[in-house]
């Protein structure tokens, strides 16, 4: 599974990109991010408040109750914020 | 049509490609948008803006195709730029041609407004205290909840 990270959710965790192989329990967003936030000190922090952490899962807008599965591409970010005139 | 590059664009000659060669189209709408110097009340210098290459592509041809499932568009294009900019450089241009002003004018607001609460794009400021990202803004959700959600989430 390859997971993105954007803007601070990138600084935080110190990746842009990382492949990950998660245990079969593991099949929804949420609990990809419960199971991510332990990896170290620095995802701990990305994913420490939730409310503010958006997620798409190959390349779509995703709720933490969504699926998850080995091959996807998951991302976190913050919400967006370009192109504001 | 839609573009994501790090380049600036020429309007006058985006508008001269969009529409050759169409002569059915009675009006075109544009919107640029410039980087400000001013975020509320915190002096900016430079920014950085970040994307998600390949859903960002994705997300811009999605609110195109709304757009143009809604007016009668004979062209459109996105053009978003990402990386470094300075304050009173084009940002985004939205462009929009139809036969008639009211379907231009009209998908052309609602492109600009779908954009900036869809696409996957991040600011990040550089002003005299530092860095920092910028916060999403309820006020673009309002801006762009006046049209309702083209799709459930």
């Known amino acids: ?85 | 049509m839609i573009r994501v590059q790090a380049d600036d664009f020429d309007v006058g000659a985006e508008i001269a490609a969009l529409t050759a060669g169409n002569t059915h189209i009675g009006g075109v709408v544009t919107f640029t948008g410039l980087v400000r110097d001013f975020a509320g009340n915190t002096a900016v210098g430079t920014m950085t803006l970040e994307h998600y290459p390949g859903m960002t592509e994705r997300m811009l041809g999605e609110i195109e195709a709304e757009a143009r499932r809604r007016w009668p568009l004979d062209a459109s294009l996105i053009v978003h730029r990402h990386g470094p900019l300075a304050p009173g450089d084009r940002i985004v241009l939205v462009i929009t041609a139809s036969a008639h002003r009211q379907a231009a004018f009209e998908a052309a607001e609602f492109l600009v407004d779908w954009l900036k609460t869809k696409a996957p794009f991040w600011k990040r400021e550089s002003g005299p205290r530092g860095d920092r990202w910028v916060d999403a803004r309820a006020a673009d959700d309002d801006a762009a909840a006046r049209w309702q959600a083209p799709r459930q989430e």
């Open chain 1, 1 to 85: 599974m390859k997971v993105l990270y954007f803007a601070w959710l990138r600084e935080r965790v110190g990746t842009g990109e990382e492949e990950v192989s998660p245990p079969p329990e593991i099949t929804s967003v949420s609990a990809l991010m419960d199971w991510l936030a332990k990896r170290s000190a620095g995802h701990a922090r990305a994913f420490e408040n939730r409310d503010i952490v958006r997620a798409a899962v190959n390349q779509e807008f995703a709720d933490p109750a969504d699926a998850v599965s080995p091959g996807d591409e998951v991302a976190f970010f913050p919400p967006m914020t370009g192109g504001r005139p």
